[in-house]
């Protein structure tokens, strides 16, 4: 049996279709659908002509057919192999590009590291090895300025459709970011002897995570702060340094776990409405601005982490009958009726300059004289 021999078509065709994953008689299908295009276009052929394309697949030699007559112009051998390169061109790309997408599909809610390559106005281009992602100004962390080459673990929040087809979108302000971290620097999370139940996250400002283990033996608070805060530090400095992390026990008594979650404050009263699932927190005065939080941040971690909704008020303003009878017990009321603390009605005295004080001083001092 004589040895065949191949052209040096076909073997790049099968070397192309065995590496990329493309079945070849799809690309020679496409190949033929492209150089009918392109005598189409070179020799004013019109849509209505039924015109065939015999393309050799040993050879790579192409024939144009119109009512089973050959009508291939002379030289158009040269036309067919730039149209083949170029299509078989194409298709590579776009098997690696659908390649590529499939497997950052199963990526999809992980971590991965990146570098900044560019900004497209409001977009931050990120590269992640073999591919290019972008991260749009939503999931951009508030508290965080990117620079070109600037290295950070991002978080694969999906792949959406846009204009220019599909692109992988990564985030620095999911909260999932937080979580893949754990996953990383805690191994009882990785493990799933330590469980990440609720994570709360304002990104650049402060996050709230309740963590819950059902091993015995197993700390998950101490397991995710770490010995001397370590895990928990590594964490802070993969988010900029400035994110405060707070974590927290899960627990299945609504009280305990709200008074948990408005940490740092403590010594709190809390009243339960279950049909409304809102609780009222009494917290003392010295505790106050600690549950609320600064722009009232803690409180709105602390609703999110426990679902319920949280009402704060003062253990200071809830103990003060209100006395009316007096010019300054009206106005301390109804300061208190428009939320003003009590404490901020001045009596008209303290409102007098200072020249006039002194020269009351003076006379009380005259009267004491005589």
Known sequence: MPATIKSEFSLALNQVATERGIDPVVVLETIKAAILAAFRKDYGATELDVLTVDLNPDTGEAKIFKDSKDITPPGFGRIAAQTAKQVILQRIREAEKQAVLADYQTKVGS??????LRFDGPNVIIDIGRTQA????????QGERYHLNQRLTF???GIRETMR?????????????VEGLFKREVPEVASGAVELRIVAREAGGRTKLAVYSNQSGVDPVGSCVGQK???????????????????????DDAKQFIAASLAPAKDLDITLDEAKKSA???????????AIGRDGQN???????????IDIRGKGAQEKPAEVGTNEKIEETAANEQGVPSNSVTPVT????????????????AQDTV
């Open 111 to 116: 971590i991965i590291p990146g570098m900044v």
């Open 134 to 141: 972008v991260m749009p100004a939503s999931e951009q962390s």
């Open 155 to 157: 978080y694969i929040e």
């Open 165 to 177: 087809g599909n692109e992988i979108i990564v985030s620095r302000g999911h909260k999932g970011l």
């Open 229 to 251: 805060g370590v895990r928990v530090q590594a964490v802070i400095a993969e988010l900029g340094g400035n994110e405060k992390v707070d974590i927290i026990q899960w627990n």
């Open 280 to 290: 009222l927190v009494l917290a003392p005065d010295d505790q106050l601005s600690l």
């Open 299 to 309: 409180v709105r971690l602390a609703a999110k982490l426990t679902g319920w909704k």
């Open 350 to 365: 303290q409102d007098q300059p200072e020249e006039k004080k002194e020269e009351q001083k003076t006379v009380d001092q």
